[in-house]
Nanobody, 119 residues
Framework: QVQLVESGGGVAQAGGSLRLSCVAH????????MGWYRQAPGKQRESVAV???????KYADSVKGRFTISRDAPKQTVYLQMNSLKPEDTAVYYC?????????????WGQGTQVTVSS
């Protein structure tokens, strides 16, 4: 079983920055895709940024040019650098990791971290 631990959420003013981190823990697994999703109150969960092995990162149109996803493979960690934050970025942010274990493919979600942007 692969478990994810997120950190870095909090409160920022519009125009400010926050950095989210997500570390994957477990035994004998290979990561293929790491990504960040968010869910605002009353809305469906949406993809924010995804990075896959051998591919360029993909971003939601709403965050392009402001957010950057990066991955530290040896540390099994994914980051989301969020700049020029807007009030509409307020949501619970979830890390998602997909990959393979000896038992087969897996997909895991983090516990979520609140990001609040004040105007």
């Amino acid at each position: 079983q692969v478990q994810l631990v997120e950190s870095g959420g909090g409160v920022a003013q519009a125009g400010g920055s926050l950095r989210l981190s997500c570390v994957a823990h477990g035994m004998s697994f290979t990561i293929n895709t790491m990504g960040w999703y968010r869910q605002a109150p009353g809305k469906q969960r949406e993809s924010v940024a995804v990075i896959s092995t051998g591919s360029s990162p993909k971003y939601a149109d709403s965050v392009k040019g402001r957010f950057t996803i990066s991955r530290d493979a040896p540390k099994q960690t994914v980051y989301l650098q969020m700049n020029s934050l807007k009030p509409e970025d307020t949501a619970v942010y979830y890390c998602n990791v997909k990959g393979d274990t000896e038992a087969g493919v897996f997909g895991s979600w983090g516990q979520g971290t609140q990001v609040t942007v004040s105007s």
